[in-house]
């Protein structure tokens, strides 16, 4: 099957820095709103048939366009949820942001034994994670698409996909509405076919002066 992984649009929580990770989540920014029609533009012509989203609000708007245009309503599946900032959550300090990234560096990385303070360790997200996308594949969709979060998504491709270069692009930049394409099946594994850094409708549509923790370069950071 083919499915999409996009990340949901701008947030207020996206512009002032904050690790936003727990239910509801903050809503989308105009600029995020114009993320998300510009998304649906660009993905309503590839033939897909399933529309999964996670429950935190941001990605529930994200893709009200896109359902809007293919006449899908959106399954909730509570494993895309954004990997948990436990005791982070909320927190703009530099100390709390690189405990967290830096803890998804080292998932990334394949080094799941660490747990997020306050929060679950690489193992659990990856089986939650995989759990939704069994969900989805198991629905018989041959082409789908999920939103869900920065780093949620770059740690459950960067552990998935068999290419050798998955883990360098995940320590990437991740904008909001970036996307990635894959091809296979949870049994068979993953293949990555396209790989958006920047939003999908353009690169117009990013912000760079907001603080985005959960999309930001990953490269520089080192788990203390």
């Known amino acids: 099957m083919r499915l999409f992984l996009l990340r949901h649009g701008q947030t207020h929580g996206n512009t002032i820095g904050a690790l936003d990770t727990a239910y509801p989540g903050a809503d989308l920014t105009e600029l995020g709103v114009r993320q998300a029609e510009a998304a649906a533009l660009a993905l309503g012509d590839h033939g897909i048939a399933g529309l999964y989203v996670s429950p935190l609000v941001r990605t529930g708007q994200t893709a009200a366009p896109l359902a809007a245009k293919l006449g899908i309503e959106p399954v909730t599946l509570d494993g895309l949820q954004e990997i948990q900032a436990g005791a982070y959550e909320m927190a703009t300090d530099e100390d709390s942001i690189l405990g967290y990234v830096g803890t998804v560096a080292d998932w990334i990385e394949g080094r799941l034994d660490p747990r997020m303070k306050g929060s679950e360790t690489g193992h659990e997200f ?10 989805i594949a198991a629905e018989g969709h041959h082409i789908a698409l999920l939103v869900s979060h920065g780093a949620a998504i770059r740690t459950w491709v960067a552990n998935r996909v068999t290419d ?3 883990h360098e692009m995940a320590t990437e930049g991740f904008g909001n509405t970036a996307c990635i394409e894959l091809e296979g099946s949870p049994a068979d594994g993953w293949k990555v076919i396209e790989w958006h850094t920047e939003p999908i409708g353009g690169a117009y549509l990013e912000d760079e002066s907001a603080p985005d923790p959960t999309g930001s ?3 520089h950071t080192e788990n203390s």
């Not at 990856?126 to 969900?135: G, W």
Request: glycine share 6%; hydrophobic share 40%; proline share 0%.
């Open 126 to 135: 990856l089986a939650r994670y995989d759990d939704a996308v069994a969900s």
């Open 164 to 166: 050798s270069g998955s």
């Open 217 to 219: 370069d990953l490269d």
